[in-house]
């Protein structure tokens, strides 16, 4: 089974740019000072490299609750 992930931007986001410059599968874009963007979600490996680096905690990535419910 392969696992997704859900990408959230939480609306305090003040676009930064530290996500979309540092996430490594192109999940995330934007344009300076405007919310970042979660273009392609399928494509996210679940590093939470953008949750974790994010200085406001704008970003929640979780599991794929559909895969949750396959899981349990
Ligand atoms: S790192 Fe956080 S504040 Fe910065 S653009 Fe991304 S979500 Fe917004
Ligand atoms: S968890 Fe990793 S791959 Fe997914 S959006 Fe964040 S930085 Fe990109």
Known sequence: MVITFRVMVLD???GCGICWAICPKGVLIGKLRAKAVV?????CMGCFSCQYNCPFNA???KVNPKEVKRLS
Do not use: L, P, T
């Open 12 to 14: 305090n986001c003040i």
């Open 39 to 43: 273009a392609s979600e399928e494509q």
């Open 59 to 61: 970003i929640i990535v």
